[in-house]
């Protein structure tokens, strides 16, 4: 817990240095939200060890795909919003930020299962 709101924090920090142009800070907001994730990162870590689960479970080819499906489906609602919000592509982003939510909604099944 006390890690998490400083990393959580970093990285919303680092959010906004980048996308307000007004702060003129875009490069060191890369590094602020990278810091914020390494921070979150470690504090996931560091729960699973002090629960009594390894560090780290084995990587199986079923998590790969659900991590890379979860990565496209987040990478296109930000996206979406980005099209959205700060270029001025009202429909385009609308329909990309849609296809995200699609893909992230897919990954409840690949999840949790289909049960009956």
């Known amino acids: 817990?006390?890690?998490c709101v400083p990393g959580a924090g970093l990285f919303a920090l680092g959010m906004c240095m980048c996308l307000l142009p007004e702060w003129g800070a875009a490069v060191q907001g890369v590094w602020t939200g990278a810091a914020?994730?390494?921070?979150?990162l470690w504090a996931w870590v560091l729960h699973?060890?002090?629960s009594g689960k390894p560090a780290v479970r084995h990587f199986?080819?079923?998590?790969?795909i659900r991590g890379l499906i979860g990565l496209a489906g987040t990478l296109a609602l930000g996206t979406g919003m980005?099209?959205?919000?700060?270029?001025?592509m009202l429909v385009p982003g609308v329909a990309?930020?849609?296809a995200g939510i699609v893909l992230l909604l897919c990954l409840i099944p690949l999840c949790r299962g289909i049960k009956e």
């Open 1 to 3: 817990m006390f890690l």
């Open 36 to 40: 914020g994730i390494g921070v979150l």
């Open 48 to 50: 699973r060890i002090m």
């Open 60 to 64: 199986s080819g079923r998590s790969l």
């Open 82 to 88: 980005c099209m959205t919000m700060l270029w001025g």
């Open 96 to 98: 990309v930020g849609f």
